[in-house]
T-cell receptor
């Protein structure tokens, strides 16, 4: 079975641009969460979606938004990119809302120049 | 003060050694406690999770939780070079996981 799939793997953007990151959860998983991991730090929670509804939001500005589609895949959008947005963006899926059964993808490495 | 404190290391040990990794936390509302392993350029991989205070063993790995002291540990027996990675502790709170900064472990052959 395929794990959590994220695309693209790497991305370079210029300050002020917008970016969309994509995530396909494990088949049958209905919950998707997004995390930001800056180099040398642990992942920081951005969003959780369950059954296509936002169930939680971390301490991130409104420039960050996300959505979940009927097939449970998800997109994370970041507008007006700043240099500080450079990070590894991780998507995690689980069968239900429980956080302790999460499987993470390999992430999208975003570099803002 | 961070909610979860974890020594970033690096921790360097010889092959076969017993490794002890630790985290402390401040929020008594944390319910579940997890350990993840993260190889370079990869996403975190769940190793173990525990709910109550006490020990949980899985192969060479033992997770220990002491809720009264707000302290969790991961022990790795007979460490191997393939165990070289960053180890992240994480705690469940509401709709999110709160992670420590991660400890870099290097096992030398």
């Amino acid at each position: 079975d395929a794990g959590v799939t994220q695309s693209p793997t790497h991305l370079i953007k210029t300050r002020g641009q917008q970016v969309t990151l994509r995530c396909s959860p494990i088949s049958g998983h209905k919950s998707v969460s997004w995390y930001q991991q800056v180099l040398g730090q642990g992942p920081q929670f951005i969003f959780q979606y369950y059954e296509k509804e936002e169930r939680g939001r971390g301490n991130f500005p409104d420039r960050f938004s996300a959505r979940q589609f009927p097939n449970y895949s998800s997109e994370l959008n970041v507008n007006a990119l700043l240099l500080g947005d450079s990070a590894l963006y991780l998507c995690a899926s689980s069968p239900d809302r429980a956080n302790y059964g999460y499987t993470f993808g390999s992430g999208t490495r975003l570099t803002v120049v | 003060q961070k909610e979860v404190e974890q020594d970033p290391g690096p921790l360097s040990v010889p092959e076969g050694a017993i490794v002890s990794l630790n985290c402390t936390y401040s929020n008594s509302a944390f319910q579940y406690f997890m350990w993840y392993r993260q190889y370079s350029r990869k996403g975190p991989e769940l190793l173990m999770y525990t709910y109550s205070s006490g020990n949980k063993e899985d192969g060479r790995f033992t997770a220990q939780v002491d809720k009264s002291s707000k302290y969790i540990s991961l022990f790795i027996r007979d460490s191997q070079p393939s165990d070289s990675a960053t180890y992240l502790c994480a705690m469940e709170y509401g709709n999110k996981l709160v992670f420590g900064a991660g400890t870099i472990l290097r096992v030398k052959s």
